[in-house]
């Protein structure tokens, strides 16, 4: 009987370390699994079991992961960019929870759309709501919209912000469960020129990080008339090709036929070639809407292509619909944010009836592509002073000394977990600063501190009081770098 427990233990655990081989990756955890597959008795097995649990738990669930300090200068050099281009371009800061009543995403996205049929976290608090982690951000930032009352603003209304969206998608390559995106939601206008600055102020954001080879794609949906009269037209054409179609779309043709149109499969991609196309079936005012945004796009030499199986994940859009594409020229082109008008959500959702367009950038590919074209990160400003100490006293004070410098604008490294001056000097020597200021016992008595200038090798003793003069004059005051300006050359470039 114990034989037969071990076994189907054994198999268990098999099936654990197939399915989540990182797990068992550290010699700990593989002791641990031995340990379960070899004992006999019961108790033995649950507190091994529990024990690989533990090590099971050292990672974040699938699809999520931990964003390390070595990638954060991309991470810096986006946000950076993002808030410039916002302040530019006259967006206000908003942020919504990354939790909402799961009925707000239902009714904005839409049943039938991916999203809402299979990739919502959707669960229910303690006190019984039902609520959703955000699958995107332009619902909460409607609501908010709504909420506060923001249609007595002056118009346009245009707010920014940037969060994790979740996704309960199959992970894989440039797609996440938790990922990251920089929104930005323009509300009470709806002149074309709106859809194209906001064209341009994505363009701007991505080659103002370095990433060339962008090309958007644009489409029209028409508004909800002509949106109807051409659905109609792509069903009765599906459904007459229904046979050629993969299952999923079959269901589609059911619940969300506009989505056939960029179905994956190369069955659907043949027939979705011949299909009507929404830019044939406009309506005469969204015909010009659309044509506007065209010259607007010509006018500014923004690249561009007309996608016409452009439709986008969301069942909110009307008009213009985009994305912003970037890859090799040969290679695989992959979409870096999305986004479109969506003149009648705020209505939908309970406000009074509000133009509006917005986009996504999906920050997590905008760093895999800076980093595949070896795009310029943010290099944060280094330290160029150290601070050593020795002795009780001279530690105490260092923390205070240390405290007045960063608040005069000057970086400062330090060790101070070490004792012997030796070793600190040793790391202030790695770094590379230019000044290594001490504080020994004598001068932590006298209210003192020994300033070594590193590149001439003099030294010199200075006050407390005098300190900060006394470095600012050595670094010649030029210990802050101007991140504006790095950013206007960059956006020259
Ligand atoms: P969407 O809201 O689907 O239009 O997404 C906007 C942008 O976010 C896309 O163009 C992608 O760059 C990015 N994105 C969407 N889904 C994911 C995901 N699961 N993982 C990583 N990035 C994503």
């Not at 006190?127 to 619902?139: H, I």
């Amino acid at each position: 009987m114990a034989q037969k427990k071990v076994k189907i233990f054994k198999k268990q655990v098999t099936k654990k370390m197939e399915k989540k081989p990182t797990a068992i990756k550290s010699a700990k955890a593989i002791n641990t699994v031995k340990k379960i597959v070899k004992t006999t008795s019961a108790k033995k097995r649950e507190k091994a079991r529990v024990q690989l649990e533990e090590e099971i738990l050292m990672q974040p669930p699938r699809g999520m992961r931990d964003l390390l300090p070595g990638d954060q200068p991309y991470w810096d050099q986006i946000r950076r960019v993002v808030s410039r281009m916002a302040l530019e371009y006259g967006f206000g800061r908003i942020d919504t929870p990354a939790v909402e009543y799961a009925n707000l995403f239902i009714r904005s996205i839409g049943d039938g759309t991916d999203i809402v049929d299979k990739e919502m976290y959707i669960f229910n608090t303690k006190g019984g709501d039902k609520v959703s982690l955000r699958p995107e951000m332009t619902a909460g930032i409607a609501r908010a919209y709504i909420q506060h009352g923001m249609n007595v603003l002056s118009k346009p209304v245009k707010l920014f912000a940037t969060g994790p969206v979740y996704r309960y998608d199959r992970p894989q390559e440039g797609r996440y469960r938790e990922h990251f995106q920089a929104e930005f939601d323009v509300f009470g206008e709806q002149d074309p020129i709106l859809d194209a600055q906001l064209i341009q102020l994505a363009h701007r954001v991505v080659t103002s990080l370095g990433l060339k080879n962008i090309q958007f794609q644009v489409n029209s949906l028409g508004c909800p008339k002509c949106r109807k009269e051409y659905q109609e037209l792509l069903v009765a054409y599906f459904e007459s090709k229904k046979q050629k179609l993969c299952l999923n779309c079959k269901k589609r043709l059911e619940t969300n036929p506009l989505r056939i149109l960029d179905c994956k499969e190369d069955k659907c991609i043949q027939v979705a070639e011949m299909a009507p196309q929404s830019v044939d079936r406009l309506c005469p005012e969204c015909r010009v809407h659309f044509k506007n945004i065209l010259e607007y796009l010509d006018e500014l030499d923004l690249p561009y292509v007309i996608n016409p199986r452009l439709v986008r994940g969301l069942s909110y859009y009307t008009k213009t619909v985009f994305e912003i594409w970037s890859g090799d020229e040969e290679g695989k082109k992959h979409s870096l944010g999305g986004g479109g008008r969506y003149d009648y959500l705020i209505e939908q959702l309970g406000g009074e009836r509000t133009s509006a367009i917005g986009f996504a950038l999906g920050m997590d590919r905008v760093v895999a592509e800076m980093k595949r074209v070896h795009a310029k990160s943010y290099t944060q400003p280094r330290p160029r002073v150290f601070l050593a100490q020795l002795g009780d006293l001279a530690k105490k004070k260092s923390l205070r000394i240390f405290a007045e410098l960063q608040k005069n604008g000057i970086l400062v490294a330090e060790s101070f977990g070490r004792g012997s001056l030796k070793s600190q000097l040793r790391v202030a020597d790695r770094l590379g600063v230019e000044i290594t200021l001490i504080v020994g016992q004598k001068e932590a008595l006298d209210e003192t501190v020994i300033i070594k200038d590193m590149t001439s090798g003099t030294q010199e003793t200075v006050t407390n009081e005098k300190l900060v003069n006394a470095v600012k004059k050595i670094l010649k005051n030029n210990v802050v770098v101007s991140h504006s300006d790095e950013l206007k050359t960059q956006d020259a470039e």
